[in-house]
Nanobody
Framework: QVQLVESGGGLVQAGGSLRLSCTTS????????MSWFRQAPGKDREFVAA????????EYADSVQGRFIVSREDALKTVYLQMNSLSPEDTAIYYC????????????????WGQGTQVTVSS
């Protein structure tokens, strides 16, 4: 069973930054697309960002484009989400997920999920 473990969440003031990390036990980490989703209180989970295997490309939700950066370090089996210029609207539980085949922004295509890490942005 593949496990994904997120870390790095917390409380930050508006305009601040946080970096989330997600480490996995997946034996073939490098072949997975790794993504971040988030779920705000009372809302559905939504796609945030994804990075292809061997850094083949990235994709971002419009709401975070230009503020968030997704990256990966295959040797450490870790994916990161650098979040800058945070606003209260970014408050959510952030989840990482792995995808072998499918559409990057489609939640149902993902095989494995982490437990989530809370990000709270105060105004």
């Amino acid at each position: 069973q593949v496990q994904l473990v997120e870390s790095g969440g917390g409380l930050v003031q508006a305009g601040g930054s946080l970096r989330l990390s997600c480490t996995t036990s997946a034996p073939r980490f490098s072949v997975y697309v790794m993504s971040w989703f988030r779920q705000a209180p009372g809302k559905d989970r939504e796609f945030v960002a994804a990075i292809g295997m061997s850094d083949t490309g990235t994709e971002y939700a419009d709401s975070v484009q230009g503020r968030f950066i997704v990256s990966r370090e295959d040797a450490l089996k870790t994916v990161y989400l650098q979040m800058n210029s945070l606003s209260p609207e970014d408050t959510a539980i952030y989840y990482c997920a792995s995808l072998e085949v499918g559409t990057w922004a489609r939640e149902d295509d993902y095989e494995y999920w982490g437990q989530g890490t809370q990000v709270t942005v105060s105004s």
